[in-house]
């Protein structure tokens, strides 16, 4: 095979797997971030709102600032919104959300607070001892603590990780 030939075939395989990431499993196509994320704050139901989070962290890095703001915006209180959110935030490792997942750490429902936890966890590189099912007061201590680390790494943190999106 000449050289033209081999480059037409690394296209090929470079387009299918292309392909394969963009596409989820089932075949279907994801919306863009930002329609998933108006599903996310404006969905009629809690259903639709859900999906819409899930579907959004599965496009990956490309959907950290959507993520960041359909976290930071969503006032509603469920777990099965919250929780791919800030899996979300995990995955993508941002610093920028953890304010918020602090908040969440104080949630009523400990699946949203352990996620929120170990989410903060995973982007601090470090384990604190938050933990979701805690005492109150133990919890309170423990977030205490992680927000006066954070605190104190944040100039850091802004300094090594500069970002020009909102």
């Given at each position: 095979m000449n050289g033209k030939g081999w480059i037409l075939v690394f296209g090929v395989v470079a387009g299918g797997l292309a392909l394969?990431?963009?596409?989820?499993?089932?075949?279907?196509?994801?919306?863009?971030?930002?329609?998933?994320e108006q599903r996310v704050l404006q969905g009629p139901t809690v259903e639709i709102q859900s999906k819409a989070a899930a579907?959004?962290?599965?496009h990956g890095e490309q959907a950290r600032p959507v993520v960041r703001r359909a976290l930071a915006e969503y006032r509603g209180n469920d777990p099965d919104v919250l929780m791919p959110l800030a899996q979300g935030a995990m995955k993508q490792r941002d610093w920028q959300s953890l304010p918020?997942?602090?908040e969440l750490m104080e949630h009523p429902?400990?699946?949203?607070?352990?996620?929120?936890?170990?989410?903060?966890?995973?982007?601090?590189?470090?384990?604190?001892?938050?933990?979701?099912?805690?005492?109150?007061?133990?919890?309170?201590?423990?977030l205490l603590r992680i927000r006066l680390i954070h605190s104190n790494m944040l100039?850091?943190?802004?300094?090594?990780y500069p970002e020009k999106e909102p």
């Amino acid at each position: 095979m000449n050289g033209k030939g081999w480059i037409l075939v690394f296209g090929v395989v470079a387009g299918g797997l292309a392909l394969w990431m963009w596409l989820p499993r089932g075949g279907e196509r994801l919306d863009p971030p930002e329609v998933l994320e108006q599903r996310v704050l404006q969905g009629p139901t809690v259903e639709i709102q859900s999906k819409a989070a899930a579907d959004m962290v599965r496009h990956g890095e490309q959907a950290r600032p959507v993520v960041r703001r359909a976290l930071a915006e969503y006032r509603g209180n469920d777990p099965d919104v919250l929780m791919p959110l800030a899996q979300g935030a995990m995955k993508q490792r941002d610093w920028q959300s953890l304010p918020r997942l602090f908040e969440l750490m104080e949630h009523p429902d400990p699946r949203v607070r352990g996620k929120a936890g170990a989410a903060a966890a995973v982007i601090m590189d470090a384990d604190y001892g938050f933990r979701a099912e805690a005492p109150p007061d133990k919890r309170r201590e423990a977030l205490l603590r992680i927000r006066l680390i954070h605190s104190n790494m944040l100039p850091e943190l802004q300094r090594a990780y500069p970002e020009k999106e909102p």
